[in-house]
């Protein structure tokens, strides 16, 4: 199989809902957090495979932040950057459904 050089909308979004139905289908409606605070590197430096994050590239950021900031009506491209650190917080959690 080829290696994918760009990212189809339609494929990602497909593949999210079906991560999402697996939740429903396993009774996961909501995830009381047991964590908040979470490391990560600057989004902007983070695809910089030339140089190694520096200790200020490297931010705590906080998922109830993050829930918060999406609570506005206007879905925006920039939510990317706020869903990202959820979405690998209920990977984290959640990972052992199938």
Request: aromatic content about 6%.
């Amino acid at each position: 199989m080829a290696r994918a050089t760009s990212i189809d909308v339609g494929a990602l979004r497909r593949k999210i809902d079906g991560i999402l139905e697996v939740l429903e289908r396993h009774g996961v409606t909501s995830l009381e957090l047991d964590e908040d605070f979470y490391w990560q590197v600057q989004l902007e430096r983070s695809f910089d495979m030339t140089a190694k994050p520096l200790d200020e590239d490297i931010v705590v950021g906080s998922l109830l932040d993050e829930l918060e900031l999406l609570e506005h009506d206007q879905p925006l491209v920039v939510d990317f950057r706020l869903v990202g650190p959820i979405l690998g917080y209920l990977a984290i959690r959640l990972g052992h459904l199938v």
